[in-house]
């Protein structure tokens, strides 16, 4: 649960981070991959760089090794106060950010003001370039100040037009990398996710007792083993496919339920009654697949298995209109457990996963508009109940049920 | 002759439960099957009532675990009643509780339950009995073999019960939580914050936790395994499946001859008694 927490903090910050791309850093990364990244950053702007000069080279046919040095001592010194000014800049930018958050951590101050510190830095490299240049090849260069205005002009475009393409893609290398990154840790979570999931829906617990159930029945009663393993392959079935598949009738998900709590009975004896109330109006509705199984699984693990005699579960389907007049479908999994109340140590772990997945699942397909609420039963029968409501007009279109699929009962 | 050897099952699912009584029936002739129970509470009662040689009990039983159950057997176990029974775990997947099992060399078996592995726990299990009836024919009643028998039990039981992960494994308790510094009890309308130093000792009644200070005494509606993960272990030793103690409140300990310790308490008139799975903790320096 833990590694999920720390998962779910780095892709939120990433999520913000691809909304609002200030950062120049990379999630998770350590101060020694951001120093690697500037030394590349210079060195490519050395080569850009060199290649202008080869470009006045070829242009003006001045001598090629002072041109060269010129041009990547320049490169280099305008990469140099460029990156050093954009540290600076984006902390003056970003000062009344909170700690913590992308903002603070972000070396990048935005456009206007980096076009400020492009100007400068263009023009301290361009001179201090110049004159490292000068000290190399021992030949003088053509100070800014020296010449004339349009001659002052052209030197500076020199620099200050390659600086400004050159940060400019430098910044969308980055933007594009960052994005990348957010790609991959959101596709990591959703994979972990997926496990995780059939991880608690083929609980090894429950499966391996199944087993050792259906071992023990096939001696005893072949028919009756039979009908276990084909509600066993069904379940196994349907919970590999509920991944995949979008949506499914509500009978077809009251005929999966059957075939899991059918399995559960094998095992608890009478110690588990079931229920199911399908009104036939409603069995057509498409619901996610799967969407109840988990507040099943609960109502079995942390209500009835716990207690020594046992209980009964009940699911139900109806349509209720809800208090601001919507045409509500209203799905809730009762059983007579131990209850809320006693289930708190329990309720860390398992519940909260198998609670939070519907949650997100009915957020993810109809926003705000659906709900899950799990209360203490008020009744003398005790026990908890899980209520999901959705608006029927929220569901979508009814699905026809196939010709081989099984027939509700009530 | 001998006795037949006594078994007890405990396991919460009738068709397992059946399947092992007749595998047993037929791999072991000889054994007695005087108890197939549904739950730990009555495992534990029966165990006592009837004195089995050798316990199965499943791990994942409702109201009590097969964890609890042996503990509670192991303490409950009467002192003239001779060695513990052995004690084989029956669990379908217990990441944690294998561990455990492999090592404290506790005896298991995996549900579905294979021929092969039940032939081999009943051959060992077979192997202890007779070493153990050997040495209570040498010499009547509680012999020095008998005892180291019951030392072994007890040692394995102690480190099982002490495994890292087993009691979260075996509860699904909450991670790791800061160590409580007040008690919030509630009498009558007021909440009274007891600190936690005051705390003489905490004493497990059903549901509840009775809070003794040495002024007065709390009722909590907490379970006592879900307070002792909150519960500095080092200023707080369970000392019996329903007591834990603060160490420095303990004056004296006194061994009795059947393993358990007497405790008296500093500025308070309790007795109490550790259990002879935590008789280990009082040791001369």
């Known amino acids: 649960m833990r590694t999920a927490g720390r998962h779910d903090e780095r892709l939120g910050q990433n999520r913000s981070m691809a909304a609002n791309p200030l950062d120049l850093t990379r999630p998770g990364e350590h101060t020694h991959e951001r120093r690697s990244r500037y030394a590349v950053r210079a060195l490519r702007s050395t080569a850009y760089g060199a290649f202008i000069g080869l470009c006045i080279f070829g242009l003006t046919g001045h001598s090629l090794w002072t041109t060269l040095v010129q041009s990547s001592c320049i490169g280099l010194m305008c990469w140099f106060f460029i990156d050093l000014g954009r540290v600076p800049a984006s902390k003056w930018k970003h000062r009344h950010a909170a700690p913590g958050t992308p903002e603070a951590d972000s070396h990048w101050p935005g456009w206007p003001l980096m076009m400020l510190v492009i100007f400068v830095g263009s023009v301290l490299g361009f001179s201090t370039g110049g004159t490292i240049a000068e000290w190399i090849t021992g030949r003088p260069m053509i100070g800014m100040l020296r010449g004339s205005l349009s001659q002052t002009v052209a030197l500076l475009l020199s620099s200050l037009v390659p600086a400004l393409v050159i940060t400019y893609w430098f910044y969308s290398r980055e933007i594009i990398a960052a994005h990348e990154a957010t790609a991959q840790t959101a596709q990591r979570q959703a994979a972990e996710n997926q496990l995780k999931l059939l991880e608690s829906q083929l609980e090894p617990h429950m499966l391996f007792n199944t087993l050792a159930n259906l071992r023990v029945l096939i001696g005893l009663d072949p028919p009756r083993a039979q009908a276990m393993l084909d509600q066993l392959i069904a379940f196994l079935r349907a919970t590999l496919n509920a991944s995949r598949s979008s949506s499914h009738a509500l009978d077809a998900e009251f005929a999966r339920l059957r075939d899991y709590l059918a399995l559960m009975q094998l095992r608890m004896g009478d110690r588990l009654q079931t229920r199911f109330e399908l009104p036939a109006e409603l069995a057509a509705l498409p619901i996610p697949p799967l969407l109840l199984q988990p507040l099943v699984e609960n109502s079995i693990k942390h209500g009835l298995e716990p207690k020594i005699e046992g209980g009964q579960i009940e699911v139900r389907a109806s349509r209720q209109r809800s208090a601001a007049g919507i045409d509500e479908l209203v799905l809730q999994v009762r059983d007579t457990g131990i209850g809320l109340a006693d289930t708190a140590a329990a309720s860390a772990d398992g519940t909260r996963f198998g609670l939070t997945q519907v949650r997100e699942r009915l957020a993810t397909l109809y926003g705000g508009q659906a709900g899950l609420n799990l209360a203490q039963a008020d009744d003398a029968q005790g026990g908890a109940v899980a209520t999901i409501r959705v608006p029927i007009a929220a569901l979508g279109e009814p699905i026809t049920r196939p010709a081989n699929a099984t027939t509700p009962t009530a | ?285």
């Open chain 2, 1 to 285: 002759m001998k006795p037949r050897a006594r078994a007890l099952i405990a396991e919460d699912e009738p068709l397992l439960a059946a399947n092992l009584q007749s595998e047993l029936e037929r791999l072991w002739p000889e054994l007695e099957i005087v108890a197939n129970v549904r739950h730990g509470a009555a495992a534990v009662d029966a165990a006592l009532a009837q004195r089995p040689d050798v316990v199965f009990l499943d791990i994942r039983m409702p109201g009590m675990t097969g964890l609890e159950a042996a503990q509670a057997i192991a303490e409950d176990w009467p002192d003239d009643a001779g060695a513990l029974p052995a004690i084989v775990f029956v669990t379908a997947y217990d990441q944690y509780a294998l561990q455990a099992f492999e090592h404290s060399a506790v005896d298991y078996v995996l549900k579905p339950i294979q021929n092969e592995r039940l032939t081999q726990t009943c051959t060992r299990v077979q192997t202890a009995l007779k070493s153990r009836a050997a040495a209570g024919e040498s010499r009547d009643g509680v012999g020095p073999n008998t005892a180291a028998a019951l030392d072994a039990t007890l040692s394995q039981l102690r480190n099982l019960l002490g495994a890292p992960g087993l009691a979260a494994a075996a509860t699904s308790s909450t991670p790791p939580a800061a160590k409580l510094s007040v008690i919030q009890a509630s009498v009558g309308t007021a909440i009274h914050m007891v600190p936690i130093a005051d705390v003489l000792y905490f004493e497990a009644a059903d549901k509840y936790v009775r809070v003794i200070t040495a002024q007065r005494e709390y009722l909590i509606r907490t379970a006592l395994r879900e307070l002792l993960p909150l519960l500095d272990d080092t200023r707080f030793w369970q000392i019996h499946r329903g007591t834990v103690v603060r160490a420095d409140a303990i004056a004296t300990a006194v061994r009795d001859e059947s393993g358990k310790v007497h405790l008296t308490l500093r500025g308070h008139t309790d007795k109490l008694v550790a259990s002879r799975l935590y008789a280990h903790l009082f040791k001369a320096m």
